[in-house]
């Protein structure tokens, strides 16, 4: 057989179903082992994916997965919003960077469709909490009860995912 991976080739986004092509290398890599498994005889296949990316300019780490707001909106959802800026540790605590996170999430379902999270640490870490969100089908209200930890050298009591998810859930 033939098979397509990487930059060149779509895939499916996980939440609308819709033909996507995020041009990102963790995309290229699953889609890459799943066409090697297929190509020596194995069967695999690729669920869809998030478009989930991370990057840093200067002190700022940038991340995003799901759906934004706009992309939301033009997929059809009417989302509600829920947005925080917090730190990364317990405020009392030096060291802690500020963190920005906006969460979209789909008020039919519940489900959390969507973040972009902005700040000096940490991000990556939480860009992949809410892919897995994302993944599993965790609603609003599963994720606002999630377990967290709490130590104030390396994170706050109020996980800012969790807080900005309340946020969303006080407009729904």
Known sequence: GVYAAGDCAETTNMITGKPFAPQLGTTAVR????AGVNAAGGYSTLLGVLGSAVTRLLDLEIG??????KRAREAGFKPVVGAITAKTRAH????????RVKVIVEPESGRVIGAQIIGGEEVTQRVNMVSIAIQKGLTAYEVASTDTCYSPPVADYWEPFVM????ALRKM
Do not use: F, S, W
């Open 64 to 69: 995003q997965t799901g759906l934004t707001e």
């Open 164 to 167: 900005a998810v309340e946020m």
């Open 92 to 99: 009392y605590y030096p060291g802690g960077k500020d963190i």
């Open 31 to 34: 889609q890459g082992r799943v």
